[in-house]
C-alpha cells in the first residue's frame, strides 16, 4: 500500500516532518523507495539533471510520462508525484486536465504537481474535481525563470510576501493536498506553514516546513554544473563513479579485467573440435 495524500496530511496534524526527493529512474525509485522515502517526485528538474538542458523549460509531458513510468515501477510504498512541465496546463483547463490524467493513467502517479498561485487555483480545482491530487509550487518558480530574472528568492519584499501568503492560500481553498515552497526567506515560510491546514514542503524554505524535498542529485553528488545553496550533498557519489571507472580503465588497459572469475568457460572437446574445425586445411 503507497503512502496516501491523507497520510500526509494526518502527518502534519501529528507535526511529524516528512523527507521527499525526486527520482526519474527504475533504479534509484527502488532504492529511495527501499529507503523509506514516502514522496517520491519525478520533477521536470529532469530536464536540467538528466537531460542536460540548461532550464527545464524543454520538459515534456511524454518525457514526464516516461520516467514517471519506471519511477513506479521501481516502487511500492512511495506516493509518486509526476511535474506537470512547462506549457501542460497554462494553456487551457482542459488541457490541463488532459495533461493530469495523462500523468495519472499513462504514468502511473498517484498526484501531479503544478506551478503557480491564484492564477492557477481554477485550474488546480478542475484537476481536484476529476479526483487528481494536485501538490502546489509557489515562491522560486523554476518554470517561470525568465519572468523571474533568474533563480531569485521570492517574498523578501513585503508586496510579494503577502501575494504568497494568498497564493498559498488560494491553492489550499482550491483543493491542493500540499504545496511546495521553493526559495522563500524561512521566517515567511514558517507564516504559511501556520496559516495552512495542507503540508508545506520546502525547498530553500528554511526548517519550519512540514516537509522537505531535495533534487536527489544534488544530495549525492551526481550533478555536479553547479551546488544551490539549499542542497546538502549527503555523498559524493560523483567522485565515486569516477574512482570507479578509472579503475575499471586501467584495468582494461592493463589487462587485469577481465580475469578468469568474470569470463566464461567452453567444454574441452568442443574445443579442440572447433580447432580442427576451423584449421586453415581442414576446408580443403
Ligand atoms: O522539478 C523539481 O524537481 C521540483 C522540485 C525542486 C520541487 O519541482
Redesign the pocket.
Known amino acids: 500500500m503507497r503512502v496516501t495524500v491523507q497520510r500526509l496530511q494526518e502527518m502534519k496534524r501529528q507535526g511529524t516532518r516528512f523527507a521527499?526527493l525526486?527520482a526519474y529512474d527504475y533504479a534509484i525509485a527502488k532504492l529511495l523507495d527501499g529507503a523509506g522515502i514516502p514522496v517520491l517526485?519525478v520533477?521536470?528538474?529532469?530536464?536540467t539533471v538528466m537531460l542536460g538542458y540548461p532550464t527545464?523549460l524543454n520538459v515534456t509531458v511524454e518525457d514526464i510520462i516516461r520516467h514517471t513510468q519506471a519511477v513506479v515501477r521501481g516502487s511500492t510504498q512511495a506516493l509518486i508525484v509526476g511535474?506537470l512541465p512547462f506549457l501542460s496546463y497554462q494553456a487551457s483547463i482542459e488541457e490541463a486536465i488532459r495533461n493530469a490524467g495523462r500523468l495519472i493513467q499513462e504514468g502511473g502517479a498517484q498526484a501531479v504537481?503544478l506551478?503557480g498561485g491564484l492564477s492557477v487555483a481554477p485550474t488546480v480545482r478542475r484537476i481536484v474535481d476529476c479526483g487528481i491530487p494536485v501538490m502546489g509550487?509557489i515562491g522560486l518558480t523554476?518554470q517561470s525563470v525568465h519572468q523571474m530574472g533568474g533563480y531569485r528568492v521570492q517574498g523578501r519584499t513585503r508586496e510579494v510576501a503577502l501575494r504568497l501568503l494568498d497564493d498559498a492560500s488560494a491553492l489550499e481553498e482550491a483543493g491542493a493536498f500540499s504545496i511546495?515552497l521553493?526559495g522563500v526567506p524561512a521566517p515567511l515560510a514558517e507564516r504559511i506553514t501556520a496559516q495552512l491546514a495542507i503540508p508545506t514542503?520546502g525547498?530553500g524554505a528554511g526548517p519550519h516546513c512540514d516537509g522537505q524535498?531535495?533534487?536527489i542529485h544534488d544530495l549525492l553528488g551526481l550533478f555536479t554544473d553547479f551546488v544551490p545553496r539549499h542542497a546538502r550533498r549527503y555523498a559524493d557519489l560523483g567522485a565515486v563513479i569516477q574512482t570507479a571507472v578509472g579503475q575499471y580503465a586501467a584495468d582494461v588497459i592493463g589487462g587485469a579485467f577481465p580475469s578468469e572469475k568474470e569470463s566464461f568457460s567452453m567444454d574441452e572437446q568442443v574445443l579442440s573440435e572447433l580447432v580442427e574445425a576451423i584449421k586453415p586445411d581442414s576446408h580443403d
Do not use: A, F, N, R
Request: net charge negative; no cysteine.
Open positions: 521527499m525526486t517526485l520533477g521536470d528538474s529532469l530536464g527545464t511535474d504537481k506551478e509550487h523554476p511546495v521553493e514542503i525547498i524535498v531535495q533534487v
